[in-house]
């Protein structure tokens, strides 16, 4: 591997320790620039790499709320702004209770990657709380978004920084966080924020946007085989919005989701999740709170696996849908053993990265990753922010052809750098490279800070 890269990661290591997963994910994107940086040894002077692997800067916040008992808690907020260099800070908030620094960060580096492969104007950021939303009621969300909100609303703008959703931020969340940001500020500046409802500035097709482009992107990768999608079955995981925009996709195509998974264990069915009932249901268990994935098995009658991952079920395609390190070694060699044909991952870092070589090291698999596969949402993000700056909405079938197109340049783009660099239909390492030249670019030409 180049030197000036080792080094980079070495310096990682000794200061994030207790940061394993923004480690992991430092370590994955820069192994792969290698070639890149052996043809660009002026890099290191101006210290290109390690200025990368550092946030323009990252908050921390205290979040209290009262709960409808009157109790008080206080929790963490987060916004990291990673990387400003191609656009105003843009990425998702995620509630949950393992939300740290080693999180956001983690998912803040992605983003950086993955919005410059959108080919967007867009910077990478990310943020989020250690707050459990679920079984919370409808007035406890709202205040906690609340404090949030008057937290946060001052650190970000339209043209500053632009949060989305992300696990456990949906659009009843974002349209208590715009409402408290447009209280605040006594604007109504909706290009602040990214997955609102329509009535307000949403745009057409966000919801089904990250799960939509992951089948187009897969769509590419089959025609690049020769293949056809019909017929098809797909191993996926987690049941929340990412995961249902595949369901439907997929059914509309002709192929089946054949598993899903929650905290709770994994279901099996056989007949796919591909009925408009099967569809819609994703989302009541969703709304329901209760997140778990036994439900489905109930209402259905398949089969429910406690405390299982998917992993191991035999399917042509397997997408890792539903969170970080979700497959690791050994999981990953139960994925080979099935021959499957396809490892397209979906949720952000789902592979651990031995688990992730190893899966690439076979010969009649393809990988694809997660950074160019769910580009689709934060893409759509960046038009519904586009439509409110117009000040008019595009039609469904307008945001849905952009989308289509978007993914298939990901694809290909991607394709491409990889090619250029020796390494073969090598559709990890091509993102990592074509995503990270255009953000050096920028930085470079923006000069040293
Ligand atoms: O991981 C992601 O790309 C997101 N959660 C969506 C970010 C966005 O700004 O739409």
């Not at 949950?96 to 080919?119: A, D, R």
């Not at 299982?308 to 990953?332: H, L, R, T």
Request: net charge negative.
């Amino acid at each position: 591997m180049n030197a000036y890269i080792e080094r980079v990661i070495e310096t990682v290591k000794q200061k994030h320790g207790s940061e394993p997963e923004f480690v992991q994910t430092v370590e994955e994107v820069l192994s792969s620039l290698s070639p890149v940086v052996d043809a660009h040894p002026e890099y290191e002077a101006v210290d290109l790499l390690g200025r990368m692997v550092e946030p323009e800067r990252m908050f921390t916040f205290r979040v209290v709320w009262t709960d409808d008992a009157g109790k008080t808690h206080t929790n963490i907020g987060y916004r990291c702004q990673f990387n400003g260099a191609l656009g105003p800070y843009k990425g998702g908030l995620r509630f949950q209770p393992n939300v740290y620094p080693g999180i956001v960060k983690f998912l803040g580096f992605e983003q950086i990657f993955k919005n410059s492969l959108t080919g967007l104007p867009i910077g990478g950021g990310k943020g989020g709380a250690d707050f459990d939303p679920s079984g919370k009621s409808d007035a406890e969300i709202m205040r906690f978004c609340q404090s949030f909100m008057t937290a946060l609303y001052r650190y970000i703008g339209p043209d500053v920084d632009v949060p989305a959703g992300d696990m456990g931020v949906g659009g009843r969340e974002i349209g208590f966080l715009y409402g408290q940001y447009r209280r605040l500020k006594g604007t109504f500046e909706n290009g602040v924020l990214t997955g609102k409802g329509l009535s307000y500035g949403g745009s057409l097709a966000r919801p089904e946007a990250t799960g939509f482009g992951a089948v187009y992107y897969l769509l590419e990768v089959l025609k690049h085989e020769g293949e056809d999608i019909k017929g098809k079955t797909i191993v996926a995981a987690g049941f929340g919005n990412v995961t249902w925009g595949i369901c439907k996709k997929a059914m509309q195509l002709g192929a089946k989701v054949i598993t899903l998974s929650g905290p709770d264990g994994y279901i099996y069915d056989p007949d796919g999740v591909c009925t408009e009932e099967k569809v819609e249901y994703l989302l009541e268990m969703r709304s329901s709170g209760r997140n778990q994935v036994k439900d489905y098995a109930d209402k259905f009658g398949v089969k429910f696996f406690p405390g299982e991952k998917p992993w191991g079920v035999k399917g042509d395609i397997v997408m890792p849908s539903a969170m970080q390190n979700d497959v690791n070694m050994e999981q990953a060699k139960r994925i080979v053993e099935t021959g499957a044909k396809y490892y397209i991952e979906v949720a952000n870092m789902p592979t651990t990265n031995d688990a992730l070589k190893f899966l690439m090291d076979q010969k009649n698999l393809i990988v694809a990753p997660s950074k160019a596969v769910n580009a689709g949402g934060v893409g759509v993000s960046a038009m519904e922010m586009s439509q409110n700056s117009e000040r008019l909405s595009w039609t469904e079938e307008e945001v849905d052809s952009q989308l289509q197109r978007m993914m298939e340049t990901i694809h290909r783009v991607s394709a491409e750098a990889a090619e250029k660099y020796g390494l073969g239909y090598n559709l990890v390492a091509g993102a990592n490279i074509a995503g990270f030249l255009k953000v050096a670019e920028a930085m470079l030409e923006q000069g040293i800070f």
